[in-house]
Every structure is written in structure tokens, then in C-alpha cells.
């Protein structure tokens, strides 16, 4: 029988935050800092990462500029993060990129580029810092999947697989590792508002007209704030729990993925405005009472 574990202590721990230049990233950095544990701020984009780490206040902070794409390159970078910040207990793989286009339109190299990223980067990483958290019981890791970690819809091959990998990968992991004494989240974020549609690529199949017809789609979804999201995490994190789901555009998916395995887009597309936001209003009122438990 696996073991319980305790709440997680953030404070006098570190935390690896990679993504933490922007959204869900820079807001878990503030909301850790908060917490007393201090940081360590991975992000490709050196000069953001450089203002997030001047606006974090009460914890000690060194930041690490690192394209995960390069998943070879990882092994070196966490053997100088290891060694220059003793006291690793929570490793946040938050980072991800977006590709929009179909199976056909999407090229081989960037459905790689995908797959390093999102799925290839959190799985190296946390090989390669799990010995540290196993020396401290206790510990935690956080992959942020995504609601296309719950549904697959069209145009989102590559970025659905990634983040389902992710999601399969968690729960696995987090099995193994419970009676180890580490513990294991994975998060599955709706329409959170960061630059994700800012910073997504489109496909090199994908016409013109049609790439910004679909960034300025996905920009619509993006309304629920990046602080709340990270709080809600936070707080999944301290009460251990397996899966964290933000937002009712989280929630309601998965809930008709559940029902309807195999025909939940037609179900969404044919509920109408009126039962759309019934079910959303009681999503919302299941996810606060979630949130405030």
C-alpha cells in the first residue's frame, strides 16, 4: 500500500522553474518567493528572465539561460545547477511551446521541435534531478501539461501529443516515486493568459491568412490570469495533489472527455449558449470550491 505523503514545505527549499521568464512561469517564481524558497529561473529568452529575477523580492534567486530544445545540452547545465544550488526539493517543468497546424501541414523537424520541448526536455530533467530530490525526502515535481493534454482537437497533433505524453508520463512517475517520498503533479491549464499565442509557431504548411485567422482564435481563449493559475498549483503542490486542473475551459473538456470518449467535440460544438455557460458556471463553482479547500 503506498504511503501518504505530508504537505510539501516550501519554505528553506529551492525550486527549478524552467518557462519562468513569462506567464505560469514568472507568477510561480513570485508566488515561491513568498513561500521562502528560493529559486532557480531557467528560460531561453535572457533578457525577460533577467527582469522577472529583479522583481522577486525576500528570496535568494540565480537564473540560467537555456533553449530545452537542445535536450542534449541538459545534462550539462542541471550538473551546474546542482552544484551551485544545494537544497533542490521542487522541480517545476513548466516550459512549452506551441505549433499550430495539421498533421499534413506540420514538418517532421517541427513536430521534433514539439515533442523536445514539451515532452523530451521535462522527461531529461527530471532524470537528471531526480537523484537530488530522492536525497531529500520530501520533494516534489510539477509538469505543466495541458487541457490538450485532456482532448485532442484538430490542428493540435503535434502539441496534443506532447502534452498527453506528459500527462501519461506523470502519472506513471508519480506512482513510482510516492512510497520514495517524493511527490508528483501534473497540471492541465485551460485558456491561461500568457504570450503562448504571442510566441506559437504555425506550421510551414499553414497559408498566410489562415495563420493569423488561428493565432487570433487562440489569443480569445487565453482570459483566465497567469497569478491565479500559479496559486492554484502552488496549492495543488503543498496538498500533494496528482492532478490540477485551472479553469472551467480545464475542466469542463475533461469532464466530457469522460462521458463522451470518442465524440466529445461534437458534444461541445452542439451544446448550445445557453447550456454552454450552465456548465461552465458550475465548473467554475466546483473549481472555487477546489481551490478553496
Not at 525577460?48 to 537555456?66: C, E, F, I, Q, S
Not at 484538430?154 to 513510482?176: C, D, I, M, N, V
Not at 466530457?256 to 458556471?281: H, K, Q, W
Amino acid at each position: 500500500m503506498s504511503q501518504q505523503l505530508s504537505r510539501f514545505r516550501f519554505a528553506g527549499g529551492t525550486a527549478v522553474v524552467t518557462g519562468a521568464a513569462s506567464g505560469i512561469g514568472e507568477q510561480l517564481a513570485y508566488g515561491l518567493a513568498r513561500r521562502g524558497c528560493g529559486l532557480v529561473l531557467i528560460d531561453r529568452d535572457a533578457e525577460r528572465l533577467a527582469a522577472v529575477a529583479g522583481r522577486v523580492r525576500g528570496a535568494r534567486v540565480r537564473t540560467y539561460v537555456a533553449d530545452l530544445a537542445e535536450v542534449a545540452g541538459l545534462e550539462g547545465l542541471v550538473a551546474r545547477v546542482v552544484a551551485e544550488n544545494p537544497g533542490i526539493t521542487l522541480l517545476a517543468n513548466n516550459a512549452g511551446v506551441a505549433l499550430g497546424g495539421t498533421f499534413d501541414q506540420v514538418s517532421a523537424e517541427e513536430f521534433d521541435w514539439v515533442m523536445d520541448v514539451n515532452f523530451r526536455a521535462p522527461v531529461a530533467l527530471t532524470r537528471l534531478f531526480l537523484p537530488t530530490l530522492l536525497a531529500a525526502p520530501g520533494s516534489h515535481i510539477v509538469n505543466v501539461s495541458s487541457l490538450f493534454g485532456l482532448i485532442g482537437p484538430p490542428g493540435q497533433t503535434a502539441y496534443s501529443a506532447s502534452k498527453f505524453a506528459l500527462r501519461g508520463f506523470s502519472e506513471s512517475l508519480r506512482h513510482e516515486l510516492v512510497d520514495r517520498g517524493v511527490g508528483v503533479t501534473c497540471v492541465h491549464p485551460g485558456g491561461i493568459r500568457t504570450r503562448i499565442a504571442e510566441t506559437a509557431r504555425v506550421a510551414s504548411g499553414v497559408g498566410e491568412v489562415e495563420a493569423a485567422q488561428g493565432k487570433a482564435s487562440f489569443a480569445k481563449l487565453l482570459t483566465y490570469p497567469a497569478d491565479k493559475a500559479a496559486e492554484r498549483i502552488l496549492g495543488g503542490v503543498a496538498k500533494r495533489e496528482g492532478r490540477v486542473l485551472i479553469a472551467w475551459t480545464a475542466v469542463v473538456p475533461d469532464l466530457l472527455a469522460r462521458l463522451f470518449p470518442t465524440s466529445y467535440l461534437t458534444v461541445m460544438n452542439r451544446l448550445g449558449p445557453s447550456t454552454r455557460t450552465a456548465v461552465r458556471d458550475a465548473a467554475r463553482r466546483a473549481a472555487s470550491r477546489n481551490t478553496a479547500a
